[in-house]
Nanobody, 119 residues
């Protein structure tokens, strides 16, 4: 059974970098054909896809946040990490990591972690 779990600080100060880690069990993040992504949800914007990292390590980002977003991975720990720089209160949201198979929708999701950006 594939399981994903987000971890990271729940409170980040404005202008700092938000960093979240997704730990995956039941599947390898290097298995061909899968993409591992970050999505956030807030009352004002609904669900917003942030980016993916492919099984081969290529990364893809939503254009509006590309300059502030970085996704990396640690294959030894079967984890991938989101970094979002220069955060503002508008980045306050529930953040999810998830898996996508090829061109299909995300099929496995973490339970989410709330991040508040506030001084």
């Amino acid at each position: 059974q594939v399981q994903l779990r987000e971890s990271g600080p729940g409170l980040v100060k404005p202008s700092q970098t938000l960093s979240l880690t997704c730990t995956v069990s039941g599947a390898s993040i290097t298995t061909h054909y899968f993409y591992w992504g970050w999505i956030r949800e807030s009352p004002g914007r609904g669900l917003e896809w942030l980016g993916n990292i492919a099984s081969g390590g290529n990364t893809y980002y939503t254009p509006s946040l590309k300059s502030r977003t970085s996704i990396s991975r640690d294959t030894a720990k079967n984890q991938f990490t989101l970094q979002l720089s220069s955060v503002t209160p508008e980045d306050t949201a529930e953040y999810y990591c998830a898996r996508r198979s090829g061109l299909s929708d995300f099929d496995y999701w973490g339970q989410g972690t709330q991040v508040i950006v506030s001084s």
